[in-house]
Each structure stands twice: as structure tokens, then as C-alpha cells.
């Protein structure tokens, strides 16, 4: 199948063509704002469907709303007919219509003259009226304000709060393209969900969230899916020199501990470094849990229940990754037992509390 995307360098755009081909789904025919009148009756006359995505929403001049939007939608509808041809047509338009805008009335134009081609040659044509979509490949100032203040607060650069109480509705990339592959496949128009509505003082908020020094050990509730999709496009606006960051990594001549991860509400993730032939912990919990698993080396993990003088032995290594449960109420420790670094990952049940530690010491071999 060939499919011809216009507006093919826009966000839409762009997240589209991806999953076009990375999904292998057929052809792509792309065009854009640059490309000439010539190309795209060369890629109408070779289309089995159009998503036409392209539009202007923030020009120069007013007139270009017309141009890009109802302009560019009549020429297309005038090439498929030209050709005595009827194309099936995915068209991006906007909630907007209807608020009297230069911008709304261009969409609706195009609306008019989708609706009137699909009446007088009986295509298939699909009107979707999006609300503000955000994800990666955005841009600020431009698509969404989620795009202005993610990149923004990304970049260390001020945002402009005009209204904290004013509500948007947004949806995500990911879920309209997913809506827009279903129409090409079910030739029938389909719901944009879900939706998410959200204020844009909350929305300030959770993105400044993100970038606080204190979330970097942090992950919020990946339950609430619409976080999840936010903080995916906040990352998609990170400098690429300011990808990474440091962890603080606690060293002495046993090896290192480092955390990696707080989850309040499901633990720790903490990297340990153990030198050849050292041993460390030597403690027990009384609520506290633990995971222990060995990624790099090997060597023994023993644990005795309090009280007992049974001592229960792990052979570990990363020849055969395997986790060892660590029980409250049990001393436990684990030693290197090879010639390099062992690098053991660790899960704890809750984040640790200085002033509350829960640990115990007392050795495992009386």
C-alpha cells in the first residue's frame, strides 16, 4: 500500500511515518511545506490512502491559515478528481472549530471540502477534531503548550503560567496514531481516546516534578498512564549533554554501595560493588525485605534464621542469574568469592529511613 503523509516533517507527522515503518504497514509518500506542486500529484496519482496532516496554526500572516489549511485541501481534492480517481482520506483537524478563529475557520473550509468530495464520488474521508497532542518531537511554542513547558523547564528557561486554574484537554501521539493506522485498516472514523484533562498549574507543576534534583532517584506512579506518557515526553526535550547524571557512590576498601532508585511505594534499587574474598552485611531486619541478585562474579549468599544455628548457603554468579530472597528475621551476608569485582543489584521493600533503619547487627557464622 502507498501512503501518502502530508505534513510529513510535522509532529503527527513524523510520529506516523515511524510506526509506518516500523511496522512495515507499507510505502510512505511523504510531502511537505517544501516540497513542490509537482511531487504531490506525482504521489496522488500513486496513493491508496492519504492521511492529510499538514496545516498552519500559528503563521506570520493571517492569510497563510487559509492557504496551508483550505487552500492546500482543495488542490489535493482537485488532483484525486483531475484523475478521476477517489482516495480514502484521514484528515487532522482541530477542536477548535467553531470558536470563530482564523485557524478554526481554515480547518472547517477543508472540513466542507473533504465532506463535499467524499458526497460526490462516495470515498471514504475521516474528520478527526483533535485536541492539543504532546509527546516526543513536539515543539515548543508552536504544538502544545505541554511541548513549551517541558522544553523549557528542560532547559532551565522560565514558563508562563496565565491562567493556573485553565483546563486543557490533550491527548497523546502514541494513541492517535494508533486511532489513525485502525481508520486506514477499518475504513471507518474512531474515537481519539483516552482524553486526559488536566490544569495548567498541575501540568507546571508535575513537569517541574521531573526535573527537581530530588525526583532523580525518584519514578512517579506509573499506574496514572497519563504521568506516565507526560514524563516520556519531558524526556524527549532533555539536552543531549544533560542526558545523564551522577549517582553518589559510598566507596571504601570492601566496595562500593550506590542507590540507584527510591519508589516510595515499592522500595529501593541500590548497586553493590564487593571486592575479591570480602564479606559484607552480617545483619538482620525485622520488617525489612531484600532481593538480592548478582549481575557480575559469584560467590555465596547465607542467611540463618534468628535463634537457629542452621546456616543456608547460595551459590551465585552471573553464569546463571538467580535471585536470592532475603526474609526478615534472618542474618544474612554475602561474600566475593572470585578474583574480580562482584556486582550484586539490590531491591529493598521500602526506602531507607535514617531514623529508622531497621537493621541488626549480628554474624550469620557463630
Same mark, same amino acid.
Given at each position: 500500500?502507498?501512503?501518502?503523509? &502530508?505534513g510529513?516533517?510535522?509532529?503527527l507527522?513524523?510520529?506516523? +511515518?515511524?510506526?509506518?515503518?516500523?511496522?512495515?504497514?507499507?510505502? =510512505?509518500?511523504p510531502f511537505d511545506?517544501d516540497?513542490?506542486?509537482d $511531487?504531490l500529484?506525482?504521489?496522488? @496519482? $500513486?496513493?491508496?490512502? +492519504?492521511?492529510h496532516?499538514?496545516?498552519?496554526?500559528?503563521p $506570520?500572516?493571517?492569510?497563510e491559515?487559509?492557504?496551508?489549511?483550505?487552500?492546500l485541501?482543495?488542490t489535493?481534492?482537485?488532483?484525486?478528481?483531475?484523475k478521476s480517481?477517489?482516495?480514502?482520506?484521514?484528515?487532522?483537524?482541530?477542536?477548535q472549530v467553531g *470558536?470563530?478563529?482564523d485557524?478554526? /475557520?481554515? /480547518?472547517?473550509?477543508?472540513?466542507?471540502?473533504?465532506i463535499?468530495?467524499?458526497?460526490?464520488?462516495d470515498a471514504?474521508?475521516?474528520?478527526?477534531?483533535f485536541p492539543?497532542?504532546f509527546?516526543?518531537w513536539?515543539?515548543p511554542?508552536?504544538?502544545? =503548550?505541554?511541548? &513549551?513547558y517541558?522544553? *523549557?523547564?528542560?532547559?532551565?528557561?522560565?514558563i508562563?503560567?496565565?491562567?493556573?486554574d485553565y483546563t486543557?484537554t490533550?491527548?497523546?501521539?502514541?494513541?492517535?496514531v494508533?486511532? @489513525?493506522?485502525? !481508520?486506514?485498516?477499518?475504513?471507518? !472514523?474512531?474515537? +481519539?481516546?483516552?482524553?486526559?484533562q488536566?490544569?495548567?498549574?498541575e @501540568?507546571?507543576?508535575?513537569?517541574?516534578t521531573?526535573?527537581?534534583?530530588?525526583?532523580k532517584?525518584?519514578?512517579?506512579?506509573?499506574?496514572?498512564?497519563f504521568?506516565?506518557?507526560?514524563y516520556?515526553?519531558?524526556l524527549s526535550?532533555?539536552?543531549?549533554?544533560?542526558?545523564?547524571y551522577p @549517582?553518589?557512590?559510598?566507596?571504601?576498601?570492601?566496595?562500593?554501595f550506590?542507590?540507584?532508585? #527510591?519508589?516510595?511505594?515499592?522500595?529501593?534499587?541500590?548497586?553493590n560493588?564487593t571486592?575479591?574474598?570480602?564479606t559484607?552485611? *552480617?545483619?538482620?531486619?525485622?520488617?525489612?525485605?531484600?532481593k538480592?541478585?548478582?549481575v557480575?562474579?559469584h560467590?555465596?549468599? %547465607?542467611?540463618?534464621?534468628?535463634?537457629s544455628?542452621?546456616?543456608?548457603?547460595?551459590?551465585v554468579?552471573?553464569d546463571?542469574?538467580?535471585? =536470592?530472597?532475603?526474609?526478615?528475621?534472618?542474618?544474612?551476608?554475602?561474600?566475593?568469592l572470585?578474583d574480580?569485582?562482584?556486582v550484586?543489584?539490590?531491591?529493598?521493600?521500602?526506602?531507607?529511613d $535514617?531514623l #529508622?533503619?531497621?537493621?541488626?547487627?549480628? %554474624? =550469620?557464622?557463630?
Open positions: 500500500m502507498n501512503i501518502l503523509v &502530508t510529513a516533517k510535522g509532529f507527522g513524523k510520529n506516523l +511515518i515511524a510506526r509506518i515503518n516500523a511496522m512495515e504497514t507499507g510505502t =510512505v509518500l511545506i516540497d513542490t506542486l $511531487k500529484k506525482e504521489y496522488i @496519482l $500513486k496513493a491508496d490512502f +492519504i492521511f496532516l499538514a496545516g498552519i496554526n500559528r $506570520k500572516e493571517q492569510f491559515y487559509y492557504e496551508g489549511n483550505a487552500e485541501t482543495e489535493i481534492v482537485k488532483i484525486i478528481e483531475e480517481n477517489k482516495i480514502p482520506i484521514a484528515f487532522s483537524s482541530t477542536m *470558536n470563530g478563529s485557524y478554526a /475557520k481554515s /480547518k472547517e473550509m477543508a472540513e466542507k471540502t473533504l463535499e468530495y467524499a458526497a460526490r464520488t471514504k474521508v475521516f474528520i478527526y477534531r492539543g497532542i509527546g516526543k513536539s515543539k511554542d508552536y504544538n502544545t =503548550v505541554v511541548a &513549551t517541558c522544553h *523549557n523547564i528542560a532547559h532551565g528557561l522560565p508562563d503560567i496565565r491562567d493556573p486543557l490533550l491527548c497523546y501521539v502514541d494513541d492517535v494508533d486511532v @489513525l493506522l485502525q !481508520t486506514m485498516n477499518q475504513q471507518e !472514523t474512531l474515537e +481519539i481516546e483516552p482524553l486526559y488536566i490544569t495548567l498549574g @501540568l507546571a507543576s508535575q513537569i517541574n521531573f526535573a527537581s534534583e530530588d525526583f532517584l525518584g519514578i512517579s506512579d506509573f499506574s496514572d498512564i504521568t506516565k506518557k507526560l516520556a515526553t519531558y526535550f532533555l539536552p543531549e549533554n544533560n542526558i545523564t @549517582l553518589t557512590m559510598h566507596k571504601d576498601e570492601r566496595g562500593s550506590t542507590e540507584f532508585l #527510591h519508589l516510595p511505594r515499592h522500595g529501593q534499587v541500590s548497586v560493588v571486592k575479591p574474598g570480602i559484607k552485611g *552480617n545483619h538482620w531486619h525485622d520488617t525489612k525485605c531484600e538480592f541478585l548478582v557480575s562474579g560467590g555465596v549468599v %547465607k542467611l540463618r534464621k534468628l535463634n544455628a542452621d546456616v543456608l548457603e547460595y551459590n554468579s552471573d546463571n542469574l538467580e535471585v =536470592v530472597n532475603i526474609p526478615p528475621g534472618y542474618t544474612h551476608n554475602f561474600t566475593n572470585g574480580k569485582d562482584m550484586t543489584l539490590i531491591w529493598v521493600n521500602e526506602v531507607f $535514617k #529508622h533503619p531497621d537493621t541488626f547487627f549480628e %554474624k =550469620v557464622d557463630e
